[in-house]
Nanobody
Framework: VQLQAFGGGLVQAGGPLRLSCAASGRTFSRNGMGWFRQAPGTEREFVAHITPSGGSTYYSDSVKGRFTISRDNAKNTLYLQMNNVQPEDTAVYYC?????????????????????WGQGTQLTVSS
C-alpha cells in the first residue's frame, strides 16, 4: 500500500481546506484509514479515523465539529475536510492505513495501530 497526501497550503484562520490522500493497491476498501498531524517540536497526534466502509468516523476533541473525514472507495481516496481552521492546526498532516484484521470495537487512535503512512502535507494557518 502506498499513500500520497496532498492539498496542504497556507490558509487564513477561519478558512476551509480539504486534504486528500491517494492510495494504491486493491485493498483500500478493506482498510481502516486515519489522519494524524505533527506540529514542530511535538509528537504526532491523532486527528480522525474512518472505518473501511466509511460508515463510522471518530475525531480528536481538538478538531471535532470542524473537520470531517471521508473516503471514496471507488477512487481509492481519503479526504479530510477542514473548516474554521485555526493557527493551532498548523502541522504536517499524514494519512495512514491499517491492513491488519479490523476490530470494529477498537478505537484506532495510536500511530502504531497503523501499518502504512503517506509522506505528509503541510498546513499553515495564518492569524
Amino acid at each position: 500500500v502506498q499513500l500520497q497526501a496532498f492539498g496542504g497550503g497556507l490558509v487564513q484562520a477561519g478558512g476551509p481546506l480539504r486534504l486528500s490522500c491517494a492510495a494504491s493497491g486493491r485493498t483500500f476498501s478493506r482498510n481502516g484509514m486515519g489522519w494524524f498531524r505533527q506540529a514542530p517540536g511535538t509528537e504526532r497526534e491523532f486527528v480522525a479515523h474512518i472505518t473501511p466502509s466509511g460508515g463510522s468516523t471518530y475525531y480528536s476533541d481538538s478538531v471535532k465539529g470542524r473537520f470531517t473525514i471521508s473516503r471514496d472507495n471507488a477512487k481509492n481516496t481519503l479526504y479530510l475536510q477542514m473548516n474554521n481552521v485555526q493557527p493551532e492546526d498548523t502541522a504536517v498532516y499524514y494519512c495512514a492505513a491499517l491492513v491488519r484484521y479490523y476490530i470494529t470495537t477498537y478505537y484506532y487512535t495510536r500511530d502504531n495501530d497503523y501499518d502504512y503512512w503517506g509522506q505528509g502535507t503541510q498546513l499553515t494557518v495564518s492569524s
